[in-house]
């Protein structure tokens, strides 16, 4: 089975603090994404990757950074939290199939004060 | 007029209901639809895959897709408390384009 794995379940921080989120998969996959999900909102992508060192802008960049340094690593950097960045942030992995078939990690909520 | 559009519900069916879940959308280059399944606290897991139109059966499950209607549907059978989660419906063109997700309905199936 796939499996990504996001290293924090739930994380409280400052405002003004930098704070990492990190995602692994173990499927090979070209493709990660990060999106954030808010309540009416839904599912929002805000950077993805296509392959090592490659990112592209999602649809919500703004105040968020990323960093590929590995295949298999994909991380998602606010570098200077705020509190309207409180959300739940999930990363997702794809191979290069035709299906665009995404496979979520379990998600990092993170609540910025 | 959003690419994708999903009633965000919620809605609450009694156990043993026949539940309907619908997404309509705007691209008539869509050709991969997909509905995924999240249960709270959790992320995304993928529960049903069709390619273009026509139907597809697993279980208790039905998928639905009328390219003509641009409209999907995702039909449950017998519905279960454990059916009780966010059903997001997502779609693609393919190649490399991206997954374009509803916002999700939010199911609760009642014991």
């Known amino acids: 089975d796939v499996k990504v794995t996001q290293s924090s379940r739930y994380l409280v921080k400052r405002t003004g603090e930098k704070v990492f989120l990190e995602c692994v998969q173990d499927?090979?996959?070209?493709?990660m994404f990060w999106y954030r999900q808010d309540p009416g909102l839904g599912l929002r992508l805000i950077y993805f990757?296509?392959?090592?060192?490659?990112?592209e802008k999602g649809d919500i960049p703004e105040g968020y950074s990323v960093s590929r340094e590995k295949k298999e690593r994909f991380s998602l950097i606010l570098e200077s939290a705020s509190t309207n960045q409180t959300s739940m942030y999930l990363c997702?992995?794809?191979?290069?199939?035709?299906?665009?078939?995404?496979?979520f990690g379990e998600g990092s909520r993170l609540t910025v004060l | 007029q959003k690419e994708v559009e999903q009633d965000p519900g919620p809605l609450s069916v009694p156990e043993g209901a026949i539940v309907s879940l619908n997404c309509t959308y705007s691209n008539s280059a869509f050709q991969y639809f997909m509905w995924y399944r999240q249960y709270s606290r959790k992320g995304p897991e993928l529960l049903m895959y069709t390619y273009s139109s026509g139907n597809k059966e697993d279980g208790r499950f039905t998928a639905q897709v009328d390219k003509s209607s641009k409209y999907i549907s995702l039909f449950i059978r017998d519905s279960q408390p454990s059916d009780s989660a966010t059903y997001l419906c997502?779609?693609?063109?393919?190649?490399?384009?991206?997954?374009?997700f509803g916002k999700g309905m939010k199911l609760t199936v009642n014991p």
């Open positions: 997702a992995s794809s191979d290069s199939t035709n299906t665009g078939e995404l496979f």
């Open positions: 990757s296509y392959d090592v060192k490659m990112k």
């Open positions: 997502a779609m693609s063109e393919g190649g490399s384009e991206k997954l374009v």
């Open positions: 499927m090979d996959h070209e493709n």
